[in-house]
């Protein structure tokens, strides 16, 4: 990363994108945890990027570019992702607002999956992930608050059709 930009926080959307456009080339986990530890959004930054629909999760693609995909998603109670990897692709969320539940699985020789984590994480609070690590991420309480997240992908990510793990 730019030497210069390392100790700055984001504070705004247009700085994330100013920043993110002055990086080029893909970077790993570690610098992408850094570049997310950065990030300093209030709620009148990130609000006006997230959306929410009753029938599934909203993601809105906030930058991209060769290097970088950033999506804020909108998701309701019960609402989760696929369990998926991500194949090629260093992954950071940062919980903007409500819990995120985050579950991790192995790949068993025969296809079949094996919880083998589950983290809840509070606003402000990161998780990051890479390669081949597989997980499902979401509002898991079907009566829980909204939760609003910021996914950082680098480089950006394949088609979820082609990293899923649940076939169902």
Not at 24 to 40: C, G, K, T, V
Not at 120 to 132: A, K, N, V
């Amino acid at each position: 990363m730019t030497s210069g930009l390392q100790t700055c926080f984001i504070r705004s959307v247009p700085d994330l994108q100013r920043v993110l456009g002055e990086i080029r080339r893909p970077l790993d986990e570690d610098e992408l945890r850094q570049l997310a530890e950065r990030i300093r959004l209030d709620r009148s930054a990130w609000e006006p990027h997230v959306q929410y629909r009753s029938d599934r999760f909203c993601y809105r693609t906030i930058y991209a570019s060769a290097w970088f995909e950033v999506n804020v998603i909108g998701w309701r109670g019960g609402q989760q992702s696929s369990v998926h990897d991500h194949h090629g692709t260093a992954c950071c969320v940062l919980v903007l607002d409500g819990v995120m539940t985050n579950i991790d699985y192995t790949s068993g020789g025969d296809g079949d999956l094996c919880e083998t984590g589950r983290i809840q994480l509070q606003p402000g609070e990161i998780l990051c992930r890479s390669d081949q690590a597989i997980h499902c991420c979401g509002n898991v309480d079907p009566a829980g608050d909204d939760l609003a997240t910021l996914h950082l992908y680098s480089p950006p990510l394949l088609p979820l059709e082609q990293r899923r793990h649940d076939r169902g």
